[in-house]
């Protein structure tokens, strides 16, 4: 096993936001990043599971020793390979769900990408278990394609007033790491959640669980 905590990304934008938040939260700590974009675009074309092979793959190559996944379209999928490998996966967004079915019974969800709305909404529905909770879902027109522009602000401005949009929801979930900074920019009174500061804690914590 190598030491450290393997971080599976799909876009490059994602090693320096999770550095930051180690650097800042977890001084000290080892954090191994890979970066697959090919993932997500199999992901979107052929469905999450269709990418399980590579996974498995790529996660026994890169001798992991607990692996944080911050792709949401693909984090079930690379979940359920955890007893096949042996090591411990956890999904980044899986203690950003956990915190939403906790704050209240009326969840919003937004994403840049559809296929990232089926998986958050049912990892709500498993965090919730007994609770009865109401999932509604939005996706935000027009954010990806700035994300794929590589326009950051643009991208963000478009999921901030997405969420400033929201009514009548106790919680608002940000279903994408990449999403994360457009919570520093929404004016709503209603809470914002999103997952690489929780998801990295809880990763960091999985490593070193005996």
Known sequence: MVSGLLLLHTSPVHVPVFDALRDRNHPGAVLRHMVVPELLD??????????????????AEG????????????GATAESLAPALGVPVLRVDRPMAAAAVRAGARIAVLAALESTLAPTGELLAEEAGERSVSIRTHLVAGAWDRFEAGDSAGYLARVAEAADAVTGADVIVLAQASMAGAADLVTSRIPVLSSPAPGLAAGLAMRSAP
């Open 42 to 59: 199999r992901a979107r074309t052929e469905g999450p599971e269709s990418v399980a092979p590579a996974l498995r793959g790529l996660l």
């Open 63 to 74: 001798r992991a020793g607990a692996v944080l996944v911050t792709c949401s379209t693909i």
